[in-house]
């Protein structure tokens, strides 16, 4: 068979119209070799024989089951030789299970240019034999999210075993406010792992330019249906087997005298792949089947331990010094390194404050029990109290303790929490507190905030679509960042903004329905419109 136009040889073609039929004739050949198999039977086959060939893709990968995985194109290449050989001695797949986890209905927000994680461990409804999932086929998430503009948002799951899909990519044109509700994503990357353990969840926000930043999403719900079976599909040594082996790849010491790959040493090889080097140039690692396999350097999740192996680290590590679990350097998905113990955990102990950017736990300074940065504590340790955001023993007004007694402040300092600049809670007269510091005057992207509670006046970062302004919200800005305008007190884009003409102010122009009808607060009418929407009466 050939997809040419004129019936001759070709390598290639483009579309899905002929993949699709070409499928459907593998799938035929392999019935008819067998007409038992069952549609299970048909994909397990698929999956076994399927192989990466010459497919380029940067997400190739290989699951905890030895299956390589892509998003781009699946298994891999179909077999028709190899699946018709594998339904000749094919045994029926068990009986599939569905398993519905518990929901989880921790409600978190998704605040833009952020990821939000949320964990959960499933058992695989091991306390139900009818419904018991071990090895995993198929695996959908339910999922409920509110979000202004659901395009923004990308999907991802790991999978206990540390297999991670793309669940959902950032969608430039999907404009919709409704966000998802009760809807499903499956994967199926995961094939053959072990169900039970903890599936990390992650949505990230990568925010487009007309959003409205106002109103944030938030992860309502989700849940795991799991489809699988109870028992091994089949014996364990098969995992990953290929029945039909190109002849040039089978080669043996007597009969090679190829070139050797580039990273086998001068002492020779049997093969001119990595794994057919008799010593290796720089490291090795060992593969699931006992292979060793020469590499420049350690793959993630290794470390090189001596005589070039690469050994690897403790489960939760991806990187590590060691292979025991306080010897980490960087932490896998869903895990945070603890800069003290160098150990992957969950979440952040007492003491301690989740740094975001480099995913780390880190101490919080020495009188805060609890922090959400170093110097911002939540918490104080016994005998201390919580001025502002820091803790210190209480002195009169003015005065800090230093251990040992009661000192003055700096003279910026109405009260502090410790010597210099850096340690005020609220300012003295004249100046005004702002990101931590007492100032005499408001920094450019500022403005004098008089309405505080305890009387202090402090300096507030401007709304995010002004350079400069005079007060709070997005309408007081005095002026407006690089392609961006000036209209009575709104930054506008300039490129956007076509409410420049008398035909739209005149009486049922566009801008004039648009404004009539309160529909000015939508962000893309509002910019659209921004003189008539701007315009007092």
């Not at 299970?40 to 290989?62: C, E």
Request: with cysteine.
């Amino acid at each position: 068979i050939t997809t040419d136009l004129r019936q001759r040889c070709t390598d290639s073609h483009t579309g899905t119209s002929a993949s699709a039929p070409m499928a459907a004739g593998i799938i035929a050949l392999a019935l008819e070799a067998n007409p038992f198999l069952t549609w299970r039977d048909i994909q397990h086959i698929i999956v076994r024989t399927s192989r990466a060939g010459h497919l380029n893709a940067n997400d190739w990968k290989t699951n905890a089951a030895g299956y390589k995985v892509s998003h781009l194109y699946g298994f891999g290449l179909m077999d028709a030789e190899a699946m018709v050989i594998e339904a000749e001695k094919w045994t029926t797949v068990p009986p599939q299970h569905v398993c519905v986890e518990n929901t989880d209905r921790q409600i978190k927000t998704i605040r833009p240019d952020s990821v939000v994680r949320s964990i959960y461990k499933a058992t695989g409804c091991s306390d139900n034999p009818n419904h018991h999932v071990i090895y995993l086929e198929h695996v959908i998430v339910r999922i409920t999210i509110t979000h202004p503009r659901r395009g923004d948002l990308a999907i991802y799951l790991t999978s206990p075993s540390g297999t991670r899909s793309q669940l959902l990519a950032n969608r430039l044109f999907d404009h919709s406010m409704e966000g998802f509700k009760n809807w499903e994503f499956m994967t199926t990357h995961c094939w053959s792992e072990k169900a039970a353990g903890d599936w990390i969840l992650e949505i990230c926000d990568t925010p487009s330019q007309l959003r409205n930043f106002k109103t944030p999403g938030k992860l309502k719900e989700w849940s795991l249906v799991l489809y699988g079976t109870s028992i091994q599909p089949y014996s364990p040594r098969n995992v990953r087997s290929s029945p039909v082996e190109d002849p040039t790849e089978d080669y043996g010491t007597d009969d090679y005298s190829g070139p050797c790959n580039a990273e086998c040493s001068k002492v020779g090889c049997d093969g001119p792949g990595p794994d057919h080097c008799t010593d290796c140039l720089h490291y090795y690692y060992k593969s699931k089947n006992n292979t060793r396999i020469c590499v420049s350097t350690c793959p993630p999740g290794h470390y090189n331990a001596d005589k070039k192996r690469c050994k690897k680290c403790s489960p939760n590590c991806e990187t590590c010094v060691g292979g025991h679990s306080d010897q980490c350097m960087t932490c896998k998905s869903g895990y945070y390194l603890n800069e003290v113990t160098n150990s992957c955990i969950t979440n952040c102990p007492d003491g301690f404050y989740l740094d975001k950017n480099k995913i780390v736990c880190r101490k919080c300074s020495e009188n805060c029990k609890t922090c959400v940065e170093f110097q911002i504590c939540t918490e104080c340790k016994h005998g201390l109290s919580l001025h502002g955001t820091k803790c210190a023993i209480r002195c009169e007004e003015g005065k800090y303790h230093n251990g040992r007694e009661c000192e003055p402040c700096h003279r910026s300092c109405a009260t502090c929490a410790g010597a210099g600049v850096d340690a005020c809670i609220n300012c003295t007269q004249g100046y005004f507190m702002e990101d931590g510091r007492c100032v005499q005057s408001c920094s450019s992207g500022y403005y004098l905030d008089h309405s505080t509670e305890s009387g202090y006046k402090s300096c507030k970062r401007c709304d995010a679509s002004c350079l400069d302004c005079s007060g709070q919200g997005d309408r007081n800005c005095t002026s407006c960042p690089s392609g961006y305008n000036l209209d009575t007190g709104v930054c506008v884009v300039g490129t956007v903004c076509k409410d420049a003409t008398e035909e739209s102010w005149a009486e049922g122009g566009f801008c004039m329905l648009v404004k009539k009808n309160n529909l000015c607060q939508r962000k893309v009418l509002q910019q659209l419109c921004c003189r008539t929407c701007t315009h007092k009466g």
